[in-house]
């Protein structure tokens, strides 16, 4: 125990006791007003038949200004009860009871955006995980489920819409109050048992876009977005998305919407994403606002996305919900899998499972590599705010990815069916999950679940040999350890795998079920070590991990030759992308040390770049994924100790050079992409993208016509895609014209809130250390807001996160920047703070001048910081 740091309580998942009464309804009155809003809950309690002998029951409440507390309508004797250290406990308590309190809360002073607050005018609510003891006094955890019923009252002409879970059964006017003239209410009640994370409410003056949805079996749902009046036209995007993911949902997994009406409301202070509250989800306006003029091609699909998991978790979430706060991956892993497959679904499958991976060995790779590494089901926290990352989500979705694979589409969606069947209503367990697709596949998945429990990217070693006429892949599988867990044990990793000729074309493999395609077979690796033994022709290329079978560390010596071949000739996507990037690698890594080789390098890679180019038309999107280098974080990755300067000088003079080698390419890319008339299909979203990474190129190699191109299309945009690539490319690059094409962008979009964000994450991600500059005097700008979450992830999370020459800079001005920023952030919104401190985590890995100078000022946050922080924080000093 460090002396001085504040002590924050440990939560262990082997500590789990259910609860001593459980609810079976609840009726809350919540009464608006300025500066006090009155909350009153009658909970029905019914002791817990596995606890019959309790007569106690503590419930959660933070801040909360407690007026009176009743038992059976009698006002309770302040000897029964104690509230102190945010936990109500009443003793005393018979078998059956209600309990009512009346409290005062003020929403209009919480800027920590969890329980009830105010955006923008406002009223709304976050509560997963743990904001609704913020409201009232609640047993907040996930297994205790009930039916709400709930009257919100408030000021007619600033809240003309109150809105609750469930079917509005009643409204009406209050009579008049004097001075404050005429106010309403209405009484909304949600007939499927939730748990309070899942509640929500909001009041507001609100824009709706209507429309319904006919659900399979017959009955009409209403769907109603909500926004800001201005941004009405910005809502059709989601509409469509949500309708197809509500049909995609009733063919893919037998599910169908159940509540009479689905409310989206758009918020512009949201600490994240979106919030899937049972009939009323909440989202962020960056996951629900898209307009082609306002919005990127990837905001675009960002909010496809962003809708559809929201939807799917109306069954694996809230009809299905989780025990308590490990079994997070069950609800999160699980939906992302689903949006992702619905994703694919609706474009292009090869794509979207290259981005998949992208994102996940780009970013959850590392979180598992680092100070933060945890198990997709942990086995304590401190803050479970901490706990939503991309173990519990990317590499959930990968494990569940996994289990469709072992068993087979069919099976998977038998298991699926058993799943929601006999789990329905009920608050479950990742290992409920596992049993379903033992139940109806017969498989014993024991050891396939150390996946759940083990922390760490497992380093899968391979290498092969020709002998006696055959060809032996031998394959290591060893996982390095990780903070608090020293020894692993062998998963089971299933490796799908081919083999190319000389040709480049795949040999007949005996496919041996598990699923294997044409051509193909997967090995079920289940052991340390395993040797696999073919009968094929010498000379072949493995072709391996396809569709990247399982989440792991490849490690192949793969020949240039070898992945020339992959990049060429083979079927599979994700194998294509990889040997592309292994190639940038290769060439990267020895430029980390001989930057002069930069030209040379490059003119290696020409050959087989030139095949993607000529080959680009066919998906222009998966082109640009194939032409894209590694980022500057994944080299840096690659290199220990790290030093960020040295990475980004080769990073930068392999772009250049590369710009100059191909230099007639990206001119010819940059022009003839050009479209002439807007299109939103994949196919133009492609081209886009194809068209900005060429300009991308075409600037750092230098060339003459960059500028021109660059500012034409800036001048004459078709969509917001078109424009912010133009506006990247002349700022990173420093083309004449950046500094006015700034000016005017933020003109133009000044009430525009979301493009305001991109125009600070644009200047934040300008590589270098000069940058550390521009973010100080944008963190003074009027538009800079330290309340607004997107606000502050698009400037000090950008620079962050994504721009390591400039956080890094050798004399620790970034490092300064960030932790002033990280203090003052965490005053205000402890959660978004922490995750912003994630940021620090390749503290173990720099070099000692660079280490000292972070540590000293991490160190210096964590005296005074929040719970949150001081979590995150602690694991990257302690590492
Ligand atoms: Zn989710």
């Known amino acids: 125990m460090e002396t001085g740091y504040a002590a924050v309580a440990i939560t262990r998942l082997q500590d789990y006791c259910p609860p001593a009464y459980l609810i079976d309804s609840v009726a809350l009155d919540v009464d608006i007003r300025d500066g006090v809003t009155t909350v009153t809950s009658s909970l029905s309690l019914r002791r817990n038949p596995v606890s019959p002998e309790s007569t106690v029951m503590t419930f959660n409440g933070e801040g909360l200004t407690l007026r009176t507390l009743a038992l059976d309508d009698v006002v309770l004797d302040s000897s029964r009860y104690r509230y102190e250290n945010d936990l109500l406990t009443v003793q ?24 009830l607050y105010q955006s923008n005018g406002m009223i709304c609510t976050q509560c997963e995980a743990e904001g609704f003891r913020r409201i009232t006094f609640f047993p907040d955890r996930p297994d205790v489920l009930a039916r709400f019923t709930t009257t919100v009252r408030a000021d007619k002409a600033r809240y003309p819409l109150l809105l609750s879970n469930g079917n509005p059964v009643a409204w009406g006017d209050e009579k008049s109050h004097g001075e404050e003239g005429a106010r309403h209410w209405v009484t909304w009640e949600d007939p499927f048992p939730k748990p309070c994370y899942l509640f929500a409410l909001v009041a507001g003056d609100l824009a709706c876009l209507e429309d319904t949805f006919v659900t399979v079996s017959g009955r009409k749902v209403a769907l109603r977005l909500y926004a800001e009046h201005r941004d009405l036209d910005k809502l059709d995007h989601a509409m469509a998305s949500l309708k197809n993911a509500m049909r995609w949902d009733e063919q893919t997994y037998g599910r169908e919407y159940d509540l009479d009406i689905y409310m989206i409301v758009a918020v512009s202070h949201f600490n994240m994403g979106a919030m899937e509250n049972k009939g009323l989800n909440i989202f962020n306006t960056s996951c629900v606002l898209a ?9 675009f699909q960002r909010v496809e996305s962003v809708v559809a998991h929201e939807y799917f978790h109306n069954w694996s979430g809230n009809r299905v919900t989780c025990r308590d706060w490990f079994q997070l991956s069950l609800k999160e892993g699980f939906t992302v899998f689903r949006d992702q497959e619905f994703s694919a679904d609706m474009h292009s499958a090869a794509v979207k499972r290259v981005e998949d991976v992208d994102f996940l060995v780009n970013h959850q790779f590392p979180e598992d590599q680092g100070p933060m ?11 479970i705010d901490n706990f939503y990352t991309l173990t519990i989500y990317e590499k959930g979705a990968e494990i569940v990815r996994m289990q469709y694979h072992l068993l087979g589409a069919e099976n998977f969606r038998k298991a699926t069916d058993h799943y929601f069947e006999i789990n329905d209503g009920k608050a479950v367990t990742c290992d409920d999950f596992v049993a379903s697709m033992e139940a109806v596949s017969g498989y014993d998945l024991s050891q396939f679940k150390r996946w759940y429990s083990q922390a760490g990217t497992p380093i899968l070693t391979v290498t092969d040999e020709y002998r006696d006429g055959q060809y032996h892949l031998r394959f290591r599988q060893h996982t390095p350890a990780t903070p608090g867990q020293e020894q692993k044990q062998p998963l089971v990793i299933p490796i799908r795998l081919a083999l190319l000729d000389e040709q480049g074309a795949p040999c007949a493999l005996d496919a041996g079920g598990n699923g294997a395609a044409e051509g193909e077979q997967v090995v079920i690796m289940d052991q340390a070590e395993q040797t696999v033994s073919f009968n094929v022709p010498a000379g072949v290329t493995p072709s391996l991990l396809r569709g990247f079978s399982a989440p792991v560390v490849l490690d192949y010596d793969y020949s240039v030759d070898q992945l020339a071949r992959l990049l060429a000739y083979d079927s599979d996507g994700y194998c294509r992308w990889n040997a592309a990037q292994r190639l940038y690698f290769a060439a990267l890594d020895r430029l980390v040390t ?7 390098e490059a003119a290696a890679l020409v050959p087989v770049l030139e095949q993607v180019i000529a080959r680009s038309d066919e998906d222009p999107a998966q082109a640009a994924l194939l032409l894209s280098l590694p980022g500057e974080v994944a080299l840096g990755d690659r290199h220990k100790p790290l030093n960020p300067a040295s990475i980004h000088r080769a990073h930068s003079a392999m772009k250049k050079a590369l710009g100059k080698a191909l230099q007639s390419h990206w001119l010819s890319l940059s022009e003839n992409l050009l479209a002439t008339e807007l299109s939103m299909d994949g196919r133009a979203m492609g081209r886009r993208q194809l068209r900005n990474l060429a300009l991308d190129f075409l600037a750092a190699g230098e060339h003459p016509e960059a500028g021109r191109l660059a500012v034409e299309l800036f001048e004459l945009p078709l969509c917001m895609s078109e ?39 644009v200047q934040a991600s300008v590589p270098g250390a000069h940058t550390v500059e521009q973010v100080s005097r944008l963190l003074e700008h009027p538009a800079f807001d330290w309340k607004t979450p997107n606000r502050v992830r698009a400037l000090v999370g950008t620079f962050t996160n994504g721009n390591p020459s400039a956080f890094h800079a050798e004399n620790g001005s970034g490092y300064q920047l960030f932790s002033a920023a990280l203090s003052r952030l965490d005053a205000i919104n402890p959660q978004v703070a922490a995750r912003l401190a994630n940021g620090a985590a390749r503290l173990p890995v720099l070099e000692p001048g660079r280490k000292a100078l972070l540590t000293e000022r991490l160190a210096e946050v964590k005296k005074t910081a929040s719970g949150n922080v001081v979590e995150v924080l602690g694991r990257i000093l302690a590492s």
């Open 92 to 115: 005393g308590l018979p078998a059956t009871c209600t309990l009512t309190s009346v409290v005062d809360i003020e929403p209009e002073n919480n800027t920590a955006l969890e329980g």
């Open 594 to 600: 001989e930057t002069d080789e930069a030209d040379a």
């Open 723 to 761: 424009e912010l690539g133009a506006l990247r490319a002349l700022v990173h690059h420093g083309l004449p014209g950046a500094d006015q094409a700034l000016t005017q962008f933020a003109d133009r979009w000044q009430d525009e809130a979301l493009v305001m964000d991109q125009w600070f994450a």
């Open 291 to 299: 307009h082609p003029a306002t919005t990127t091609d990837a905001g």
């Open 373 to 383: 590494a945890h198990a997709v089901r942990p086995e304590k926290y401190q803050k």
